[in-house]
């Protein structure tokens, strides 16, 4: 069975703190996925990543960052939190070398920012 | 452990055929459920459902939720190929109202196949 996990179910943070989220899945696969989840916004890409060292802006990549130096490894980088950026964060992969729409999805991080 | 299990895993119909996706699931402090159809790199979002017994709509798709069976169904009436798509359901979890959820598990998918 694919496992997708992410570091932390729950986080607070301060407004202006470098924020870490690490995402890890242990199947090979070659796409991963950063979302976020808000009440009535259903799910948002942030940044996607086909391939190690390479990354593309998904539709609200503003505020965030990404790195993903191994395969099985994908951070989300929130380099100065705000309070806006609270939100359920899910990270996903998926097998296919190109976008494949079969996503395995993470648990979820809950991130608050005060 | 919240679970979410999603059947069929995958279904093949001819244009202009009616389905139905189900969703059943075992969470504790569930707050909604959703439906998401996925086709590129972002699934779209089809429905939130909160109450049981209310049937939400678009279109040709409608979805209701039975909180006492701990299930929700999918409709599509009249399919397209354009239909053809992962439809992702996923559960919310929570202790308190207003605000996020704490929580989101998501099933594994049905991916529905409509051939012309």
């Known amino acids: 069975d694919v496992k997708v996990t992410q570091s932390s179910r729950y986080l607070v943070k301060r407004t202006g703190e470098k924020v870490f989220l690490e995402c890890v899945q242990d199947?090979?696969?070659?796409?991963m996925f950063w979302y976020r989840q808000d009440p009535g916004l259903g799910l948002r890409l942030i940044y996607f990543s086909y391939d190690v060292k390479m990354k593309e802006k998904g539709d609200i990549p503003e505020g965030y960052s990404v790195s993903r130096e191994k395969k099985e490894r994908f951070s989300l980088i929130l380099e100065s939190a705000s309070t806006n950026q609270t939100s359920m964060y899910l990270c996903?992969?998926?097998?296919?070398?190109?976008?494949?729409?079969?996503?395995?999805f993470g648990p979820g991080t809950r991130l608050t920012v005060t | 452990e919240d679970k979410v299990v999603q059947s069929p895993l995958s279904l093949v119909v001819h244009e202009g055929d009616t389905v139905t996706l189900n969703c059943s699931y075992e969470?504790?402090?569930?707050?909604?459920l959703l439906w998401y159809k996925q086709e590129k790199k972002a699934p779209t979002f089809l429905f939130m459902l909160?109450?049981?017994?209310i049937e939400k709509k678009s279109g040709r798709l409608s979805s209701i939720l039975d909180k006492k069976e701990l299930f929700s169904i999918l409709n599509i009436t009249a399919t397209q190929t354009g239909d053809s798509a992962v439809y992702l359901c996923?559960?919310?979890?929570?202790?308190?109202?207003?605000?996020?959820?704490?929580?989101?598990?998501f099933g594994k998918g049905t991916h529905l196949i409509i051939q012309p």
């Open positions: 199947m090979d696969h070659e796409n």
């Open positions: 909160t109450s049981s017994g």
């Open positions: 969470v504790t402090n569930f707050r909604s």
């Open positions: 996903a992969s998926s097998p296919d070398r190109f976008l494949s729409y079969e996503q395995y």
């Open positions: 996923a559960v919310e979890v929570g202790l308190y109202s207003g605000g996020g959820a704490d929580g989101l598990t």
